[in-house]
């Protein structure tokens, strides 16, 4: 078992930042490949960015490229989802997920192995 703990949600005005991070506790952290989600409610859920297990690879949606950053500290066990020019359709719970696997079908279809319970992020206008 994996248990994920997002920390770092709150309330931030438009074009601000913020640093979501991710803790991990169980089984070995290194072996999951880590992303970030998020859902507005009556929305579906959304796939933001991932890493791969060793931290060399990164991957990103289209609507937070150049935006959002992935990142990840093995030792402490924790992955970091850093968002700049927040915008206020970035309003949503933000979830952790880890997976053993980096298919894209997995990821775009939700299908993780572990999920946080998420943090919520409002982006004042």
């Known amino acids: 078992q994996v248990q994920l703990v997002e920390f770092g949600g709150g309330l931030v005005q438009a074009g601000g930042s913020l640093r979501l991070s991710c803790a991990a506790s169980g089984r070995t952290f290194s072996s999951y490949h880590m992303g970030w989600f998020r859902q507005d409610p009556g929305k579906q859920r959304e796939f933001l960015a991932a890493?791969?297990?060793?931290?060399?690879?990164?991957y990103y949606a289209d609507s937070v490229k150049g935006r959002f950053t992935i990142s990840r500290d093995i030792p402490k066990n924790t992955a970091y989802l850093q968002m700049n020019s927040l915008k206020p359709e970035d309003t949503a719970v933000y979830y952790c997920?880890?997976?053993?696997?980096?298919?894209?079908?997995?990821?775009?279809?939700?299908?993780?192995?572990?999920w946080g319970k998420g943090t919520l992020v409002t982006v004042s206008s």
């Open positions: 890493i791969s297990s060793n931290g060399y690879g990164t």
């Open positions: 997920a880890a997976d053993r696997s980096l298919s894209p079908t997995r990821w775009l279809k939700f299908d993780m192995d572990y």
